[in-house]
């Protein structure tokens, strides 16, 4: 899939499919709206706005409040990219969240997940 078609997917439908994820590997959704707010500084009052309304992937990362500084700190591999050295400024914002999600479903805990 191209990185435009991803950032035109509803923001809603991905944020279902990463809770998924997280839930199938015993976490919860209130652990992945914490990830996400640490990720991008939306409240979980503008978080819950975002997924009632029609927002779209791209928009979501572009209008993020304040994206974490130790965001940096993401290391590792996602769908076979490593995601420090996605050249792309979006997409990897886009993989920074697969990777923590993957740390989640794989059982790291918070603190570890949120860089504390």
Sequence with gaps: MGNEKKYQMEFSKVYHLLVNKAEK???TRQE???IIRWLTGYSQTELERLLDSSAVYGDF???APELNENR???KGVVCGVRVENIE???M???RYLD???DELA???SMDKILRK
Aim: net charge positive; proline share 4%.
């Design 92 to 94: 990897q914002e886009i």
């Design 32 to 34: 992945v709206d914490e």
């Design 99 to 101: 990777k923590l999600i």
């Design 72 to 74: 940096r700190m993401i």
């Design 88 to 90: 792309e400024p979006l």
């Design 106 to 108: 794989g059982g790291k």
């Design 61 to 63: 990362f572009r209008n």
């Design 25 to 27: 590997k015993g976490r």
